[in-house]
């Protein structure tokens, strides 16, 4: 995988029932973050086709959690997993539309910084 993928993101991130955001970290086909509420993500990062990249990741979410789908995660939280796409411009795109278990959400992302090695 390039380098430049490698780094530090935010994710702003709406739902049908609100907003919020992630922070984020890629390196090494890694990928591990959270959210503001407590949120857990990790997954991995492969290149795709025509210079996009595969993003498998696994989302566990604590006990009743309000979500920006709509509704709430319950006594005992919630872990599902996810794959999605990001374009070879992923960040000059206006957002990434996301279909998760818990309902669509858009997400843009920003890069903060490399990481060096």
Do not use: W
């Amino acid at each position: 995988m390039p380098n430049s993928i490698d780094g530090i993101y935010t994710a702003y991130l709406t739902g049908k029932a609100g907003s919020g955001f992630a922070m984020f970290v890629i390196r090494h086909d890694v990928i591990v973050g959270s959210d503001m509420l407590g949120a857990v993500f990790d997954g991995t990062v492969t290149q795709g086709e025509a210079g996009g990249f595969n993003v498998r990741m696994s989302a566990k979410l604590p006990p009743n959690l309000p979500l920006i789908q709509g509704g709430a995660t319950g006594p005992n939280g919630d872990t599902s997993e996810n794959t999605f796409s990001l374009p070879p411009n992923f960040l000059s795109e206006a957002f990434i539309r996301i279909e998760g278990k818990q309902g669509p959400l858009n997400a843009k992302l920003v890069k903060l910084r490399d990481l060096d090695d």
